[in-house]
């Protein structure tokens, strides 16, 4: 009984990827290498969102009816503060990328290439 009790307060703590998980671009000439700086990227990794200078764990997926989208529950902490926010997710359709909804905010984001591809790419080239 015990061990189930303590697995059931774990459970929220446990991370899991997502199916945005990557990094993208916030703008068309974000350096894909620097994640989480103003003119770098953000990275969405085992159900954590990377911002600039912010973290927010992303809970309670629900599906989104008759669309490819999950609302979340962000538990944010950044700059000192902690606060809490729903956000909505989706591939976009129209690009190899997401668009995030935050309350009356809506951002498209390019997902990077591949940063250990292309390495291993760059070194295939050099080599042959």
């Known amino acids: 009984m015990r061990r189930l009790a303590l697995a059931m307060i774990l459970a ?3 991370a899991a990827a997502t199916p945005y998980d990557g990094i993208y671009r916030q703008n068309a000439n974000a350096e894909c290498a620097l994640v989480g700086v103003d003119g770098g990227a953000l990275r969405i990794e085992d159900g954590i ?4 200078e912010l973290e927010c764990r992303m809970t309670r997926p629900v599906n989104v009816v008759d669309m490819d989208a999950t609302l979340y529950t962000m538990n944010c902490s950044g700059n000192d503060e902690v606060w ?4 909505m997710l989706m591939h976009d359709a129209e690009d190899d990328g997401i668009i995030m909804i935050w309350d ?5 984001y390019s997902r990077c290439p ?15």
């Open 114 to 128: 591949d940063l250990d591809a292309t390495v291993e790419d760059a070194a295939a080239a050099t080599d042959g």
């Open 84 to 87: 809490t926010e729903r956000a």
């Open 12 to 14: 929220p703590a446990i």
């Open 104 to 108: 009356g905010y809506a951002f498209r």
């Open 49 to 52: 969102f990377y911002g600039v």
